[in-house]
């Protein structure tokens, strides 16, 4: 059994809509999606959890061109369709100042669902997230991805933090969305498990337990898609930029890959409890490239800087043979070397100590380039 030709990608990115008069968040999906329904020449947008955001999602992509292609097209549709209401968009994790208080919820029966069920949690959740699937038909092997590559997701998290205002404040953390997110009964980092049985066996008992009433309500950083033949990454903040979404794309395929090798090869790897890498989930929420994160290797702490440079060699072969190194490691390199988007974001109020600026600054790198 070898399935190394459906390393395909597919991502999902979440945008904010802004009112680029006020700033704030706009609740217009709807607007926004009629309009690029209407469009030939765009790319459908799709509803999300609350009516101030919007969801794209691309196409099946073979090369981080396409991944590329596809990203600028989405982009350039939310933004002609929001500008047609008076509108923009911007990506990040959060929001820096709009409140929760103030969003709706989208008028569906799956988010009048989730209302009803998780109340509160719901309603603060006003967050943006980046999803990456890659194409991995075998679900045994699709476990053992999960398995080995859930030890890197602390690492992913520090470099693409991208949240790092709530409510018009710093929160101290370059990840809030994933502190929001976390709360969730069924979201954070997945268990280990023993092979699919053992994968589904757990996911039918939060449904047995009533924790939930749906596979599609489990919200792990990584899981098992269970609409498309994937292994989805749930992990990130919305990327700020094209670039850095290609680059995040890039290492996830090459992650995802390497790690499907390793289990052909039975290479061995730590089996690290959940509450451990829980932990490093919040370090890397936390403190994103400037702190420690966790070598689960020999169980010590490990500069973010030094986990990111050593999931770049890990994966350095699966990148070269896809013609991808170059393009990753030279937007890994500057990203630590000019700070993630959190803390791009960070500098910008420490200039002007106005969240509105913020604002204008996401708004401006999301469509930078596609223009």
Known sequence: MSDEAAFTIGVEEEYQIINPHTRELASRSNKLIDTSHASAQSQDLLYELHRCQVEIATGICHTLDDVRRELMQARRSAMVASQKHGLAIAAAGTHPFSKWQNQKVTPKDRYRNLDEVLQQLVREMVIFGCHVHVGIADREAAVEVVNRA??????????????????????????????????LPTAGPPPHFRNYDDYKDFIQQLITTDITDDPTKVYWDIRLSERFPTVEFRVADICGTVDEAVMFAGIIRSLAQTCYRDFQSNRPYPEVRSELLKAAMWQAARYGTQGELIDFTDLQPIAAHDSIQALLDYIQPVLAEHNDWSTVSQQVKQILANGNSAQRQRQIYQQTGDCKSIVDYLMQQTVAGII
Do not use: I, K, Q, V
């Open 150 to 183: 859930r030890l890197w997701l602390p690492t992913l998290l520090s470099l693409t933090a991208n949240s790092p205002f709530w409510l018009g404040r710093d929160t101290g953390y370059h990840s809030y969305r994933m502190e929001l997110w976390c709360r």
